[in-house]
C-alpha cells in the first residue's frame, strides 16, 4: 500500500473517531444543544456528515464498546466480509475476528488487547470471504475515549489490501530469484578469472627474460584486469549474500563489537596518526554481532580512507539520543567529505564520490544499508565537503540482562580520544 493510501486511511481514521464521539456527546447532551442552536446544527451537520462517510466509505467500519457489544457496523463490512451487516450486530461475540484465518487470529487478538489499553494499533491479517476465498485485510484500531479520558469503544476500519500485498509477493519473490541468479553468476566467474590470473601469472614468471617490454606490459594489464574483476565478483557475492541469508535477531553488545573494530583497525589507526574518541558508552542492541560488525567496520574503515591529506584524521563515536527503544549512533570524521550532489545516491551499490586514486568498491555502504534495513534500523548521512562526513545508525536497542558475552580484548588506548 503507497504512503499515500496510509496516510489518506489514518487521516480518515481520524476523523471517524472524531465524529463518533462528536455524535455520541451530542447524544447525551441535546437538552443543552437544543438551547444553542447554532452548535446544534453544526454538530447535525456533522453527525449527517458522519453517516455519510461510514456508508459511503469503501471500508468496513465496525465500533465495539468495552463490554464486546457491536454499536455500529458500515454497509461496506458486507462487501468485505460476504456477510450481512446484522450477523455481526447481533452476534454476541465478536462475528469479525471468527472471520479471522486460523494462523492469524492470535495476531488479531492481541491487536485488540492493545486498543482497548488505549494504543493506536495497525494490524495485517488474512480473512475468510463467505465466498471461500481469503482476503489480505488491514484494520486500523482506534481506541474512543468519554470525556473523563475513560476508554467506552474501539473504532475498526478494515480495508482490503489483497492486491498490493500479492503485489508485494511478486516483487519480493522477483528479487529473490534475481538475487540467486547474480549470486550464482557471480560464483561460476570466480572459476575462470582465477585461471586467467594463474595463467598470466605462469607465463610472466616462466618466459620473463625472453619477453619483450610490449608483452611483458600486456601481462601486467591482464593481472590487474583480472584482479579488479576479481574483486568485483567478490562484492557481488557479499551483496547479494546479504540478502540470501537470515539474520539473527538477537542482543548484541555494541561495546563489544566496537572494541573488536578499532582492534582490526589498529594498523590503520597508527599509520595514519588518527585520533579515535570514543564518547560514553554504546548500548546492547538487537541485530546480529557479525552483521553490526560489518557495519561499523565498514563506517570507521571509509572515516580513516577519506581522511584529508593537510590533518591527521579524527573520529568521534557517541550517542546522540536514545529513547527505551531506539538508540542513534553518530561516527564522526573530519576527513574529505562528500560532494553535496552525490549524498542522495551514496548508499546505493557501486556509487563512489571520490576519484578512482583511493581503492574500494562502491559496495561497502550498501552492505551497511542492507544490513542496517534488515535489522529494522536507519542509517543517514551529513556531509560538508573538505569538512568531514557524519554517519547516523539508528538501531533498536535490547534490554541489558539478554546480552549475549563475548570475550574480547579490551580497546588499544592509541585508538582513544578520552
Ligand atoms: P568504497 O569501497 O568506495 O569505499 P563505500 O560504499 O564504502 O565504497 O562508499 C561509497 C563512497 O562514499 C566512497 O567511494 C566515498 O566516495 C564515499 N564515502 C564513504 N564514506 C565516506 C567518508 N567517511 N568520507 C568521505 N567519503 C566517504
Not at 109 to 134: C, F, P, T
Not at 169 to 179: A, M, P
Not at 198 to 220: F, H, K, T, Y
Not at 358 to 383: M, Q, Y
Request: hydrophobic share 40%.
Amino acid at each position: 500500500m503507497s504512503l499515500n493510501t496510509l496516510l489518506i486511511t489514518a487521516l480518515v481514521v481520524a476523523l471517524l473517531a472524531l465524529l463518533w464521539r462528536i455524535r455520541e456527546q451530542r447524544r447525551s447532551t441535546s437538552h443543552f444543544l437544543d438551547l444553542t442552536g447554532e452548535l446544534g446544527h453544526k454538530l447535525e451537520d456533522l453527525a449527517e456528515r458522519y453517516d455519510i462517510l461510514t456508508t459511503n466509505l469503501a471500508a468496513s467500519v465496525i465500533i465495539r464498546n468495552v463490554d464486546g457489544v457491536t454499536t455500529f457496523c458500515s454497509p461496506y463490512t458486507e462487501v468485505l466480509t460476504g456477510h450481512p451487516v446484522g450477523e455481526f450486530i447481533e452476534d454476541a461475540g465478536d462475528f469479525f475476528e471468527s472471520l479471522v484465518v486460523e494462523n492469524d487470529r492470535k495476531r488479531f487478538q492481541r491487536a485488540k488487547l492493545v486498543s482497548g489499553l488505549g494504543e493506536d494499533i495497525v494490524v495485517r491479517y488474512q480473512l475468510l470471504h463467505r465466498s471461500g476465498i481469503v482476503l489480505w485485510v488491514e484494520t486500523h484500531l482506534v481506541p474512543i475515549c468519554d470525556s473523563d479520558g475513560r476508554i467506552e469503544s474501539v473504532l475498526a476500519v478494515s480495508m482490503d489490501v489483497t492486491a498490493s500485498v500479492r503485489y508485494q509477493q511478486r516483487i519480493e519473490e522477483q528479487n529473490r530469484d534475481l538475487n540467486d541468479f547474480t549470486y550464482m553468476v557471480s560464483h561460476d566467474l570466480k572459476a575462470p578469472i582465477f585461471t586467467i590470473k594463474g595463467m598470466a601469472s605462469a607465463i610472466r614468471e616462466d618466459l620473463n627474460e625472453s619477453l619483450d617490454q610490449e608483452s611483458r606490459e600486456s601481462l601486467e594489464y591482464i593481472i590487474e584486469a583480472a584482479n579488479r574483476l576479481e574483486a568485483l565478483v567478490k562484492s557481488v557475492i557479499e551483496y547479494s549474500s546479504l540478502s540470501a541469508k537470515e539474520i539473527n535477531d538477537e542482543s548484541v553488545s555494541l561495546e563489544l563489537v566496537l572494541d573488536e573494530v578499532l582492534n582490526d583497525l589498529s594498523g590503520a589507526v597508527k599509520q595514519k596518526e588518527a585520533k579515535i574518541g570514543r564518547i560514553g558508552k554504546l548500548p546492547a542492541v538487537r541485530g546480529e554481532h557479525l552483521r553490526l560488525y560489518q557495519v561499523f567496520s565498514n563506517l570507521v574503515g571509509n572515516a580513516l580512507k577519506y581522511c584529508a591529506n593537510e590533518r591527521s584524521p579524527e573520529i568521534s563515536i557517541y550517542t546522540a539520543q536514545e529513547n527505551d527503544e531506539l538508540v542513534a549512533i553518530v561516527i564522526q570524521d573530519n576527513g574529505i567529505g562528500i560532494p553535496n550532489a552525490k549524498l542522495k545516491d551514496i548508499f546505493r551499490p557501486y556509487q563512489r564520490a571520490h576519484s578512482r586514486d583511493i581503492e574500494g568498491s562502491g559496495i561497502g555502504l550498501a552492505c551497511v544499508k542492507k544490513i542496517v534495513d534488515r535489522i529494522h534500523g536507519t542509517v543517514t548521512v551529513k556531509s560538508e565537503e573538505g569538512q568531514g562526513s557524519e554517519f547516523t545508525i539508528t538501531l533498536r536497542k535490547s534490554s541489558p540482562n539478554t546480552v549475549r558475552v563475548l570475550s574480547f580484548p579490551p580497546s588499544s588506548s592509541e585508538a582513544s580520544l578520552e
